[in-house]
């Protein structure tokens, strides 16, 4: 954690700032120590870098820590595959200049991409957080940025002010949550006013396969079988879906032949390599809970009377982006 960034921390509890403790340091960057809330009296370690703010998870948070926390370190090196996945979900999103000189809260940040990516462009300042241990991964992949910190925390009960950031980002998350409606209340409590709210999520619309064919499945077999198990499935799986793709969607949308289910997605997923599409089935498979959004509940989501200048998208025709902009002085 660098010390500078230190000040931005709040206790989750009671809000309060928080005094710094180091026992390791590297220049600015503090290793080893603990951050401590002098009006609860709670101590937040920091390990390997990372300040950690989660202690005791419910079964369900437990779980999804562990599932995905598992998943990110077989799959822990950000790429340029793992870099363009992200950034066509943020389209119509100008991202080269949007992030530009901003302070942006990276909510659900697994190994870092999302705030890899937004260094990239040009940010000010990124506070990246995950529930699970991928933080580690997270906090190594970015360590060349020195304006981005990592932090082990959850999102119902995050480490900072409210109003703090001109950007919050939140993808591939909300759809894991067990109160999704909840979490998106609480992320837009720390966008800024006049600042922007940026998600992605499953959409209902364009996945009746994965409903009613995948989604049986994780839910009643693959959710339950050990994480080493799953992969190896995703491996076998990923083998298929090369097969499938290459030899009937490719074909067939050469003839503009489309009606086959998921024909955008599986098109768009060829332009990526075997890895990254096996941690794709796999993300699919391990997950505790996964929700599915329409366009009407994604709709509702925006449309209150602190958010203006709604942008959403089918993208991929089964998957939301959605981007919304909070009122000032509201």
């Not at 409606?181 to 499953?202: H, M, Q, R």
């Not at 994965?210 to 994480?227: A, G, N």
């Not at 879906?241 to 290459?246: D, N, P, R």
Request: positive net charge; glycine residues 4%; proline residues 5%.
């Amino acid at each position: 954690m660098k010390l500078k960034y230190a000040p931005s921390f709040v206790c989750p509890k009671c809000e309060e700032g928080l005094s710094v403790n180091s026992r390791l340091s590297e220049g600015e960057e503090i290793k080893a120590g603990e951050m401590n809330c002098p009006k609860c009296d709670q101590t937040f370690p920091i390990k390997y870098g990372v300040p950690i703010f989660v202690s005791k998870l419910d079964s369900v948070k437990e779980h999804t820590a562990r599932s995905f926390g598992y998943k990110w370190r077989k799959f822990d090196k950000i790429n340029e595959y793992y870099k363009k996945n992200f950034l066509d979900e943020l389209d119509p999103l100008d991202y080269r200049n949007f992030f530009k000189g901003k302070s942006i809260l990276d909510a659900g940040t697994g190994i870092g991409i999302p705030c890899y990516c937004m260094a990239e462009n040009g940010a000010k300042e990124i506070f990246a957080v995950d529930i699970s241990e991928s933080v580690n991964a997270a906090y190594e992949n970015n360590r060349k940025f020195k304006n981005v910190s990592v932090a082990q925390g959850d999102i119902y009960a995050l480490p900072f002010k409210k109003n703090a950031f001109d950007v919050v980002v939140c993808v591939a998350v909300l759809q894991h949550l067990p109160d999704p409606k909840k979490a998106f209340d609480i992320l837009l409590n720390f966008v800024k006013p006049g600042g922007t709210l940026v998600t992605w999520v499953y959409a209902k619309e364009g996945n009746a396969f994965v409903r009613y064919f995948v989604e049986p499945f994780r839910k009643l077999i693959s959710r339950k079988l050990p994480l080493n198990v799953v992969l190896s499935l995703s491996h076998v799986l990923a083998v298929i879906f090369s097969i499938v793709s290459t030899c009937i969607y490719t074909p067939l949308d050469k003839l503009n032949m489309n009606r086959l289910p998921l024909h955008d997605y599986i098109m768009y997923r060829t332009h990526f390599d075997y890895r990254i599409n096996v941690q794709m089935i796999f993300d699919q498979l391990l997950a505790p809970l996964s929700y599915f959004f329409s366009r009407k509940e994604m709709e509702a989501l925006f449309n209150r009377p602190d958010i203006a200048n709604v942008i959403l998208r089918h993208h991929n025709k089964n998957s939301w982006t959605a981007i919304g902009d909070k009122i000032s002085g509201r």
